[in-house]
């Protein structure tokens, strides 16, 4: 993986993604178990991947239109393993920060980089690690966990791979912290062995990699950041008797059911008009339900009862 071409931060703005290398799945491993739900989207993430973080917006409409037929499971890609890369002008960590703010203006989604002037994350193996100890304590939970390290790594220039930060986001979205440590330094670096052992089998080569399928035969893949509209597609394709749910776009439901929103997802599941959100969130605001979060790429808005991220 360390003599690979591309460098793994180096994100790549038109295809959506950020890889880690080339890789080709063998055909028998292209079959993805469908659990509770008839749909499974088998998502291959990091919880530093920027590209991952601008498909968010698709990701959390899908689960209010699709939510009844669809089951979303996360699996770990690995990232950053440490920083033996010198290539695609990336050498160091300090050479990411303006890559993350270009990427943020082209996905439209809040990124400060100077995390990786200020306090640069020496690997993404932790977070990720953290992730899948969170997991064994509660998925739902695990997913909350998720968002609120990106928020603290893309947001607030935190080093997610400090227990201190882990800790405060695991408190945060109400998991058992000293359980989670335990098994962070425990046996969940076993689970996220297995998620890089599966992507490998399953061809993973860069994030975010998302395999949607009903059980049978080949699923449909998706590699990169895409419109919504192919996400959807693929739903349709898999699964011809999907129903596709209304979904209330009244800001307190949204805001109950995320607790934090950027403004570009706030206007794509409100159907308030993106040049027109930040008036209504501010308003909001000042009014006393939402507090603001800001970043000098964008703002983050956060319902007054769930507090400060």
């Not at 997610?160 to 359980?179: C, F, K, M, P, S």
């Not at 027109?276 to 000098?296: C, I, P």
Request: some cysteine; aromatic content about 10%; glycine content about 8%.
């Amino acid at each position: 993986m360390h003599n690979q071409k591309t460098n793994p931060l180096l994100c790549d703005s038109i295809t959506g993604s950020c890889e880690v290398g080339p890789a080709q799945a063998a055909e028998n491993d292209l079959i993805v178990r469908v659990d509770k739900k008839p749909v499974k989207l088998l998502y291959f993430t990091d919880p530093i991947c920027s590209s991952c973080w601008g498909i968010e917006p698709q990701l959390r409409k899908l689960k209010l239109e699709y939510g009844d037929s669809l089951e979303i499971e996360y699996r770990m890609g690995g990232l950053l393993p440490d920083w033996s890369y010198n290539s695609g002008g990336i050498s160091k960590p300090s050479d990411v920060a303006p890559h993350w703010d270009e990427v943020s203006h082209h996905y439209d989604m809040p990124i400060d980089g100077d995390v990786w002037l200020e306090d640069p994350l020496p690997s993404s193996y932790p977070p990720s690690i953290a992730f899948k100890a969170a997991q064994w304590q509660d998925s739902e939970k695990a997913i909350r966990f998720l968002r609120k390290i990106r928020e603290m790594v893309f947001l607030e220039k935190k080093n997610i791979t400090r227990w201190n930060h882990l800790a405060e986001a695991a408190q945060t979205v109400g998991l058992d912290g000293a359980r989670l440590k335990a098994d962070f330094e425990g046996e969940a670096s076993v689970a996220f062995a297995d998620d890089l052992e599966r992507g490998r089998r399953l061809g993973v080569r860069g994030f975010p990699s998302i395999f949607i399928s009903d059980g049978s035969g080949k699923p449909e893949f998706i590699y990169g950041m895409k419109p919504y509209s192919v996400y959807e597609k693929a739903i349709q394709t898999v699964y011809p008797a999907v129903q596709k749910q209304a979904v209330d776009p009244q800001w307190q439901f949204l805001f109950a059911r995320f607790e934090s929103l950027t403004t570009r997802e706030f206007s794509e599941l409100s159907g308030v008009p993106r040049l027109e959100s930040v008036a209504f969130l501010q308003n909001l605001t000042d009014q006393g339900h939402l507090t603001r979060l800001r970043t000098k790429n964008g703002d983050l808005w956060i319902a007054a009862s769930a507090g400060l991220p």
